[in-house]
């Protein structure tokens, strides 16, 4: 039935940043080995025309081939480490995602137990990706050993924000520069100011304690790069040395403001975000705020007859969590059995009972064989026999 089939386009719809964060991996890995090599080769070809030009006899000419041979050594054994320590994890990684999603695809209905399995594993993805933007790392780790699902979360690069972000509260610019080094191309396309701005503060915090040489030697070494695209901070910045911390200039006093740095944090936070495909808002997050969503309709605040199976109608639970969101719309409706929270269909019909009560036929025959052919209105506690239901055709 159409109501169990699996949406595959709309659950695919969060995994975006599931396979951007190995590619992004994979892609530095790769970027890290041709300067390897492109470094390296420029040298040796460098030593192979001048050995060409000496024309060096005997040992000389063994010693500068030794030499030669053992740089080729040198950038292999380089290689092959960074293949072993960095790229294999990374293609294992980005192999069992790929394996997780076709899993999925191949999937037709939500009754299926592989679905539910699915789901599972899921869910425990969504809980290490919460714990892991928490600051809960030891439990993020738990939860993925546990789950066996090392392979589908991104532990090492939360851990590497934590790290640069707690570096950040420490007022230490070096390890989010580092950084910006070596995502200098993505961080273009982005558009994003951050390297300018931790450029900045360490030019501020140079300005703060009084080292105005070494403020101005900074500038003339950094800033030069940014006259096109930051005119106006740069040409502010330099007054800067003129004013001390204790300024009342307001424009001054804001550069000087100790709370630039909790900025500097929440910007670092979103570039990283931003460069693998990340939402701000953790995954467990955006999917209850869709569940509630779709769940959530005006009769589920009207305060009376709340409906047990509606997680919505629970106002001290989920229901108070659902007051954010917008009401559902649907462009057909559902009908729900209130007894078995089953949905009713042309397989599953609605009968009603001469109150006008309507529940489904699964349900209320079920009921009926318990107790020898009478079935109960569970809300108005009306009987009657299960041959004096009637049928309900919706149209």
């Not at 090492?156 to 520069?177: N, Q, V, Y």
Request: aromatic fraction near 8%.
């Amino acid at each position: 039935m159409d109501v169990y089939k699996v949406n595959h386009e709309g659950a695919l719809l969060f995994e975006q940043p599931f396979i951007k964060v190995p590619f992004e991996q994979f892609r530095k890995i790769f970027k890290t080995s041709q300067r390897h090599i492109e470094r390296d080769f420029t040298a040796l070809q460098k030593d192979a025309a001048d050995l060409a030009k000496k024309n060096p006899q005997g040992d000389d000419a063994l010693k500068q081939l030794d030499a030669m041979i053992n740089k080729v050594q040198g950038l292999k054994r380089k290689l092959s480490e960074l293949h072993e320590n960095s790229n294999a994890p990374a293609q294992a990684s980005m192999r069992r995602r790929l394996d997780h999603l076709t899993d999925f695809e191949k999937l037709v209905s939500t009754e299926q137990p592989e679905f539910n399995a699915w789901s599972d594993t899921r869910l425990n993805r969504w809980l290490v990706d919460w714990a892991l933007r928490n600051g809960r790392e030891e439990t993020a780790k738990a939860v993925a050993k546990n789950s066996d699902i090392e392979n589908l979360v991104d532990i090492d690069l939360f851990s590497d924000i934590h790290r640069i972000e707690e570096a950040l509260k420490k007022h230490s610019c070096t390890e989010a520069l580092t950084w910006c080094s070596q995502n200098k191309t993505a961080l273009a396309k982005l558009k994003s100011p951050l390297e300018f701005d931790l450029r900045l503060q360490e030019y501020i915090e140079l300005a703060r304690v009084g080292k105005s040489q070494e403020a101005v030697a900074y500038a003339n070494k950094h800033f030069s790069a940014y006259l096109g695209t930051h005119p106006n901070e740069v040409t502010r910045c330099m007054g800067l040395l003129a004013y001390g911390p204790d300024t009342r200039s307001t424009v001054y006093k804001r550069l000087y403001d100790p709370s630039r740095w909790n900025s500097l944090i929440r910007s670092f936070r979103q570039a990283a975000y931003s460069l693998h495909s990340l939402p701000t808002e953790p995954f467990l997050n955006l999917a209850l705020y869709a569940g509630l969503a779709a769940l959530k309709l005006p009769s589920c605040y009207c305060g009376h007859d709340p409906n047990i199976d509606c997680p919505i109608c629970d106002s001290a639970g989920l229901g108070k969590l659902a007051e954010e969101v917008p009401y559902s719309h649907h462009s057909n409706s559902t009908i729900v059995c209130r007894i078995s929270g089953k949905i009713m269909n042309e397989d599953n019909p609605p009968l009603a009972f001469p109150n006008g009560y309507v529940y489904s036929m699964e349900a209320l025959h079920e009921m009926s064989i318990r107790s020898n052919g009478v079935v109960t209105c569970p809300r108005s506690g009306h009987v009657c026999k299960y041959h004096e239901l009637r049928k309900v055709f919706i149209t």
